[in-house]
């Protein structure tokens, strides 16, 4: 009897084991670090995380950069004299109209982020994404781990050639000469709001132009259905607001061969609930916080 019981605790932890979604760092770990900055990436490596969620835009000069928004954030930017950069000067610090040269000169890290209070206040620069991926394949060939990347082509219909490209075509091709060049495409993940960024790429893996790697439809509140039927395809990834999420939509998106991926989920309560549902992985900006639960 005793033996039997202990087989079926065996069991009964594999299978808890089997429903543990991995992490991913959102913006490497935003609640710890400032955002999308190379000491981020290098926490979360250290905390354990092997996949680093970003966000990509594109400088005048035609350099991919690791930024959520395609300016200077008056939350956290400082300018090269030390001043803070104001709300009314955002949009003139437009990143895709200056130089990589001079986007580096702000420092992103030292004032912190009042919305982030545990975020450490480090000096820290918008690095090009291909400081990412040397940073974190360092990593990896000194621990042996595997590392993937969840980018996101931060793209707005209203910004084409505003913030960003005029097209879709020329951003994710920039974007895709750097990945090709350091990652092996079986690390990477393509993500987007923008469904025209998503297709082209689609489009482009199925003529082989680009290399297989995973997509992800990132939406709102627009569920799995409508999400397939907008593409014209069914994505790898359907990636929500974990607030839209339920158990029925899991089962659709499993039922159609999708994973599930939420962001931005940063509560305990909020990350079991995720886990009950049984997604595939959980974006968080505290993995620490995450790691502990699991």
Excluded at 140 to 146: L, V
Aim: aromatic residues 10%; contains cysteine; proline residues 5%.
């Amino acid at each position: 009897m005793k033996f039997i019981v202990s087989i079926l605790v065996l069991l009964i932890q594999i299978s808890l084991m089997a429903q543990k979604p991995i992490i991913q760092g959102h913006r490497g770990c935003r609640g710890e670090f400032p955002e999308n900055t190379l000491p981020a990436f290098q926490h979360a490596l250290e905390l354990g995380i092997t996949v680093l969620e970003m966000d990509v835009c594109i400088s005048a000069d035609g350099q991919v950069l690791v930024s959520h928004e395609p300016y200077m954030n008056a939350l956290y930017a400082l300018k090269p004299d030390g001043t803070p950069v104001l709300k009314s000067e955002e949009k003139a610090f437009n990143v895709y109209k200056m130089t990589y040269d001079a986007v580096r000169k702000f420092d992103v890290g030292s004032r912190g982020n009042a919305l982030f209070p545990e975020q450490k206040k480090v000096f820290a620069h918008k690095p090009l994404l291909q400081e990412v991926f040397q940073l974190a394949e360092d990593f990896r060939q000194k621990t042996g781990k595997h590392i993937y990347y969840n980018i996101e082509i931060k793209s707005d219909p209203k910004e084409y050639g505003v913030s960003q490209p005029a097209t879709v075509e020329e951003f994710s091709e920039k974007v895709w000469a750097v990945m090709a060049k350091h990652v092996a495409p079986e690390y990477l993940i393509l993500q987007s709001f923008d469904f025209n960024v998503l297709k082209y790429w689609h489009k482009s893996i199925q003529s082989g132009h680009f290399s297989q790697v995973r997509l992800s439809a990132l939406v709102t509140r627009k569920g799995p259905e409508n999400t397939c039927a907008e593409l014209g395809f069914i994505p790898a990834i359907y990636s929500p607001n974990f607030t839209s999420l339920n158990k029925a939509v899991v089962d659709e998106c499993n039922s159609k061969g999708m994973k599930v991926i939420p962001w931005t989920v940063n509560e305990r309560t909020d990350f079991q609930a995720m886990i009950q549902m049984g997604v595939d992985e959980v974006i968080t900006d505290y993995p620490s916080r995450m790691l502990k639960n699991l």
